[in-house]
């Protein structure tokens, strides 16, 4: 009998959390992100205890993991600040839908895929992953300013990505297309009535009863999107952007207060994500040629879209090519994002376990990146004359690059 048999479920949970909770911050000393050491945990578990491998509980643990994620992605979205840098970021989104058409092209040609997976796969290899990056600024020797840069960039990135997502998993019936446009769109105008009702007939009677509301609405439009074939995160993250847009009218709905509760809930659900994907993976995944691929691609891509920022940056603002490669370095990791669009391509367009064992060695490398490079902000590049973000809530908050990281 293995030991894992003869240990009780409860005694398993409970050994998983702890695990899952301590582990990962020991090994930070080492520079190790949180989420990668829960993935690798739960590679551990999956191909060598064989356990957690269908449990329904961290399934759904994972769920709510993914789901705070993205409903904090969506709440740290600044619509003035946005609106305030557009023509900057407009151009960086231009240059992010060529590198993703020309990605597409050449995936599509080596490797003989349809449109889709290959639309699948450069949005995989070129998608910051938002939320990832946001929890994990903290730990980085980034100045203030490069960190409201790293989140506008981050954010406005992840907001065109969502939409080339959603609209590349629809099936290719024009029935069925524009019944999951309606869908979605029925979600975002029907959303601000829901808030407005919540606001009107629920909180008077029930005060403080917004965090559970926020959750809750998160999770069902994550569901209603999931059943669309569009996964969770497009209808939590749409929750959290419409939390944001009703910031005034409801102050308590997306304060500070409100951004930082739903966090601290991420923090604790978002490792049973990082676990459940690790626990997904088979050893049959990682042959040599995997490995190869996952290598190339950080050779070849992550040069080249960290010097597509600096050199953007560079042409638009005038600044400092230095300053713009480590506002590159710090958007690289593509964890989340890529970890959910290798499971859609693998359920729903049989990936071969090659392509999926690459995405996967390449998501990983590329996270660990950031965290190598940039612990310690070097001094001198804060004396440089560097054009200033025109964001004043986030640029002016305080350096909190000692704060211990998170997932």
């Given at each position: 009998m293995r030991w894992p048999d003869a240990i009780s479920d409860e005694v398993q949970y409970v050994l998983l959390l702890f695990v899952l909770l301590v582990l990962p911050r020991v090994l930070q000393r080492f520079r190790l992100p949180s989420a990668i050491t829960c993935v690798a945990i739960g590679a551990v578990a999956g191909m060598g205890l064989d356990i957690f491998r269908q449990d329904a509980a961290v399934n759904l643990l994972s769920i709510l993991g993914i789901v705070s994620?993205?409903?904090f992605?969506?709440?740290?979205v600044d619509f003035r600040g946005l609106r305030r840098n557009a023509p900057i970021l407009v151009q960086h989104l231009a240059v992010r839908v060529v590198l993703l058409l020309i990605v597409t092209l050449i995936v599509r040609s080596a490797f003989a895929l349809a449109l889709q997976p290959a639309v699948l796969i450069a949005l995989a290899l070129t998608t910051p992953s938002t939320g990832f990056i946001l929890d994990s600024l903290g730990s980085l020797g980034v100045s203030a300013h490069e960190r409201a840069w790293v989140r506008s960039k981050a954010i406005?990135?992840?907001l065109v990505a969502l939409l080339v997502l959603f609209l590349v998993l629809q099936p290719p019936e024009v029935g069925k297309v524009l019944v999951s446009v309606f869908t979605l769109g029925a979600m975002v105008a029907l959303l601000p009535l829901v808030f407005r009702l919540f606001a009107a007939a629920v909180l008077p009677y029930a005060p403080k009863a917004e965090f559970t509301f926020l959750l809750m609405l998160a999770v069902l439009c994550a569901l209603v999107t999931r059943r669309m074939g569009a996964y969770y995160l497009i209808g939590a993250f749409v929750v959290g952007l419409t939390a944001q847009r009703f910031r005034e009218r409801m102050p308590a709905i997306a304060s500070e207060q409100?951004?930082?509760a739903v966090e601290l809930f991420a923090s604790f659900?978002?490792?049973?994500?990082f676990f459940h994907a690790g626990v997904r993976l088979r050893s049959q995944d990682f042959d040599l040629h995997a490995a190869l691929l996952g290598l190339g691609g950080v050779i070849v891509l992550v040069p080249l879209r960290v010097a597509l920022v600096a050199l953007h940056r560079r042409l638009a603002l005038g600044e400092p090519v230095l300053k713009g490669v480590r506002i590159g370095?710090?958007?690289?990791p593509t964890?989340?994002?890529?970890l959910v669009i290798a499971e859609i391509l693998q359920e729903r367009f049989g990936l071969s376990q090659t392509l999926f064992g690459a995405l996967i060695v390449y998501?990983?490398?590329n996270t660990l990146i950031p965290g190598f490079i940039l612990r310690v902000p070097p001094p001198a590049l804060e004396d440089l004359h560097a054009p200033q973000l025109r964001l004043p809530q986030t640029a002016s908050a305080p350096d909190d690059s000692r704060v211990p990281p998170k997932i």
């Open positions: 994620l993205f409903l992605a969506g709440l740290e406005a990135s992840e409100m951004i930082h659900f978002v490792p049973f994500y370095i710090a958007i690289i964890l989340v994002f890529t998501t990983l490398l």
